[in-house]
């Protein structure tokens, strides 16, 4: 499903940008620095349970490529509220929460490996990545 928000991200500033998606109901909602811009149903079947490679930043059957940069891709096993999406913008996660599935910091500093930080071991594969700036904590 193809979703465009109307909220300008392409405006030199880094965005945190939150898609979740309630299985029950299949309402996804997008969020724009913890602010809602989209929200539709989408009644596919997809999942991110299988054995298909995730990308991210490229739709790989269309050659297409995310002209930006990325930092910080969390999967949990929940749909987020504001108020959970707004803490964790303010305070990124540890790896350590229960229903988190996989998180990425992007804070290897240099190499071609992704390390997932959440208890889940889904390492990813850097491509045309660069050096790696690293993130605070709190």
Known sequence: TQ????????????????????IFTDKVNVYVDGVLDISLTDNTSSTLESSDDFWVGQWP???????????????????????????????????????????????????????DISSGGNNGTLTNSGNHDTAFAC
């Not at 002209?67 to 790896?95: L, R």
Request: some cysteine; hydrophobic content about 35%; glycine content about 10%.
């Open 61 to 115: 059957f269309y050659g297409r490529y995310f002209d930006g940069k990325i930092d910080e891709i969390s999967i949990w096993n929940y749909a987020m509220d504001t108020t959970q999406i707004n803490n964790y913008m303010n305070c990124p996660p540890t790896g350590n929460e229960p229903e988190l599935l996989a998180y990425w910091n992007f804070d290897e500093g240099t190499g071609l490996t992704a390390f």
């Open 3 to 22: 979703m465009n928000g109307n909220i300008t991200v392409n405006d030199g500033n880094w965005h945190l940008i939150t898609a979740t998606r309630n």
